[in-house]
């Protein structure tokens, strides 16, 4: 298993998660569902990965503003001892704009020695650039790292019900760009390190992929356990172990209420 990969699919939806062991309380306030969302509350938080039972180590995901609607989401794995020997400390990085209250991917760099990449994203001319080509760029289209954020802006249009039908993006990598469908399958109430949440549960929608995501309301609509597998075999499992929330929402302006 590559590093690379381990990352991606332990956060391949693990976001911001909110105060710790409120189980139905707390998190962010949105408006009436179908509104759409102007802010995403920012956080750091620390996440346990787990591999066939196998510990692999920690995950930092830290979600900073940029201006008034842009943001900057980092991740860095701190792997075991015996991980980080054979396949080093990767990173991911992206940066995206809400615009109408849906995540606009601007830049995504991975970083990991010979296997490191960046792509721009050019929404002007509908184009993404990087890895050494140019190619065009589906209206749906969001970084194999941002579109967490992208999932967590769709959830919180509909909150503070369960997000109704599906959503769809096209996950834009260096090699490829694959389209993902997520639905929300039912409620649940989950234990993790960081505490007790009733959540719904989101999965992906492939008959041969396992990808489960126990959201919390909760928890600022975001997963607080992550599933991952295929042919019916759960192989990684990720859950949140330390989070802290950052009061960082822009000043109005002058004229601005």
Not at 85 to 91: H, K, N, R, V
Not at 139 to 159: L, S
Not at 242 to 257: H, I, L, N, Q
């Amino acid at each position: 298993m590559r590093m690379q990969r381990w990352v991606q699919a332990a956060t391949l939806a693990a976001a911001a998660v909110g105060p710790a062991g409120a189980a139905g309380g707390g998190g962010v306030s949105v408006g009436a569902a179908g509104d759409a969302v102007d802010m995403l509350p920012t956080f750091k938080a620390v996440y346990a990965a787990t591999w066939n039972g196998i510990k692999l180590g920690e995950i930092t995901l830290e979600l900073e503003r940029e201006g008034t609607y842009c943001y900057r989401y980092q991740s860095h794995a701190r792997p075991r001892a015996m991980v980080r020997m054979f396949y080093g400390e990767p990173a991911e990085t992206s940066h995206f704009c809400l615009v109408d209250g849906a995540v606009k991917p601007v830049r995504f760099r991975f970083d990991h020695g010979d296997d490191s990449y960046e792509l721009d994203f050019d929404t002007v001319d509908s184009v993404v650039r990087g890895a050494g080509e140019t190619r065009e760029l589906p209206d749906n289209a969001q970084d194999r790292f941002g579109m967490h954020q992208a999932v967590r802006a769709w959830i919180m249009r509909q909150a503070p019900e369960p997000p109704e039908g599906d959503f769809t993006f096209s996950m834009v990598e260096d090699d490829r760009i694959a389209e993902y469908t997520l639905r929300v399958t039912g409620e649940e109430s989950v234990k993790v390190p960081a505490g007790s949440y009733d959540a719904f549960l989101l999965e992906r929608i492939d008959p041969r992929r396992i990808g489960r995501f126990w959201v919390a309301p909760g928890a600022d609509y975001m997963p607080v356990k992550v599933e991952n597998g295929k042919d019916g075999d759960v192989q990684l499992t990720m859950e949140l172990l330390r989070y802290t929330a950052k009061d960082d929402a822009p000043e109005a302006s002058a004229g601005e209420s």
